[in-house]
């Protein structure tokens, strides 16, 4: 069964960083891309960016470009969303989602992490 | 930037009631490359519907989506208790991906 476990939930102070996890399971990592998508409280999905662990290929939505980083380690099946400076307005639950083999529609998705700024 | 619109914002329906939502884009979408997916209050958002009209892997034959160009259509055909929640659509045709605003099904 494919399954996607993200870390916990984290309360953080304005300018600190943060770096939260995604573990895929039940299929091999490398060769699927992986999602981050961010929900803010009471609003709708955005998408952010989005990395191919087999060789880190990694794309961002412009909205999103510089604010974070995404990684993955192949080795470990865990996927990255990093933030070097946390702002009040980063406050919200982030998905990581597996995207579908040859299309951008996700699959499956992680339980989410709320991150509280 | 293709800009998705969700109406009704909420569609307030009784189990058993057909529910019909509309996703409209600000340009075509190439290829229907438009997928559903339902959230439930606390939880992950479930893929149900891709490539505008096929249904994904589990998903129930009462939930439908049509639509091509910019005019994009879920229907759920007898609602169940279960399928109160929040249905976006999401496009991706062309970068950057975008989602709609969302249509919240309630009771």
């Known amino acids: 069964e494919v399954q996607l476990v993200q870390s916990g939930a984290e309360v953080k102070k304005p300018g600190e960083s943060l770096k939260i996890s995604c573990k895929g399971s039940g299929y091999i990592f490398a060769n699927y891309w992986i999602a981050w998508v961010r929900q803010m409280p009471g609003k709708g999905l955005e998408w952010m960016g989005i990395i191919y662990p087999g060789d880190s290929d990694t794309r961002y939505t412009p909205s999103f470009q510089g604010q974070i980083t995404i990684s993955a380690d192949k080795s470990t099946s865990t996927a990255y969303l990093l933030w070097s400076s946390l702002k009040a307005s980063d406050t919200a639950t982030y998905y990581c989602?597996?995207?579908?083999?040859?299309?951008?529609?996700?699959?499956?998705w992680g339980q989410g992490t709320l991150v509280s700024v | 930037e293709i800009v998705l619109t969700q109406s009704p914002g909420t569609l307030s329906l009784s189990p058993g009631e057909r529910a019909t939502l509309s996703c409209r884009a600000s340009?075509?979408?190439?290829?229907?490359?438009l997928a559903w997916y339902q959230q439930k209050p606390g939880q992950a958002p479930r893929l149900l519907i891709y490539?505008?009209?096929s249904r994904a892997t589990g998903i129930p034959d009462r939930f439908s989506g049509s639509g091509s160009g910019t005019d994009f259509t879920l229907t759920i055909s007898r609602l169940e208790p279960e399928d109160f929640a929040v249905y976006y659509c999401?496009?991706?045709?062309?970068?950057?991906?975008?989602f709609g605003g969302g249509t919240k099904v309630e009771i």
């Open positions: 490539g505008a009209s």
């Open positions: 999401q496009q991706y045709s062309s970068s950057p991906l975008t």
């Open positions: 340009q075509s979408v190439g290829s229907n490359y």
């Open positions: 989602a597996r995207r579908a083999e040859g299309a951008e529609y996700l699959q499956q």
